[in-house]
C-alpha cells in the first residue's frame, strides 16, 4: 500500500453485511492510503479521521493503484486531511437502503454535503485533485458523491484498468 492508493475492504461485522447487502457487492468500506500501514477513511462509528490499517478486521481487501504521480499521491493525502473531523453522513446510508427497497433511481436527496460517508470522501478526493477531469470521469459521474463502495470500486477498476465487477456504463447514479 502506497500512500494514494484506495482500499476496498469486506468486513466481518453485522453492519459490513448489511452494507453489502444493500450495495450488492463484495466490498463494504474504502479509504485512501496514507501510508504502508495507515488509511484516511469515513467509518460509521466515527468522523473522517487518520488510523493505523488492521487487516485482521476484513475478510477481503483489495488495494488499487490510480498509477498517479508523486506529486498526486501527495496531493491526494492533503486533500483527504482537508477533510478530517468531519461527521459520518448516516442519513446517505439510509437514502441507499430506501433506493434499494423501493428501487428508486437519481440524485441522493438525503445527502448532507457537511457529512460524508467512505466512498463519498474517496470520490470527493479524487475529484479535488483533478485526476477525475484528467481521466474525463467527472461528466460522466458529475454525482459521484452518491456511489455506494461498489459502485466506486467498479469505476475505480475501470480506471486503474484492473478488472471491474460491471462495466461503468451499467452503474446506476
Not at 123 to 139: A, K, M, S
Amino acid at each position: 500500500m502506497r500512500r494514494g492508493d484506495v482500499v476496498f475492504v469486506q468486513g466481518k461485522g453485522i453492519i459490513s453485511q448489511i452494507i453489502r447487502y444493500f450495495d450488492e457487492g463484495k466490498f463494504s468500506h474504502c479509504a485512501i492510503v496514507a501510508s504502508h500501514d495507515e488509511v484516511i477513511e469515513a467509518d460509521y462509528n466515527t468522523r473522517v479521521a487518520l488510523r493505523r490499517f488492521r487487516e485482521d478486521k476484513y475478510n477481503i481487501i483489495e488495494v488499487i493503484d490510480l498509477g498517479l504521480t508523486w506529486d498526486q499521491r501527495s496531493s491526494v493525502y492533503e486533500s483527504a486531511m482537508g477533510h478530517i473531523g468531519k461527521r459520518y453522513d448516516y442519513v446517505q446510508l439510509l437514502w441507499y437502503m430506501i433506493r434499494k427497497v423501493f428501487r428508486f433511481e437519481g440524485h441522493n436527496r438525503l445527502n448532507n454535503p457537511k457529512h460524508m460517508i467512505c466512498s463519498e470522501l474517496v470520490f470527493i478526493v479524487l475529484d479535488e485533485i483533478g485526476v477525475l477531469d484528467d481521466l474525463e470521469i467527472r461528466e460522466r459521474f458529475f454525482r459521484g458523491i452518491d456511489l455506494t463502495p461498489n459502485e466506486l470500486y467498479d469505476l475505480v477498476c475501470y480506471v486503474a484498468k484492473c478488472k471491474p465487477s460491471k462495466n461503468p456504463d451499467e452503474i446506476k447514479i
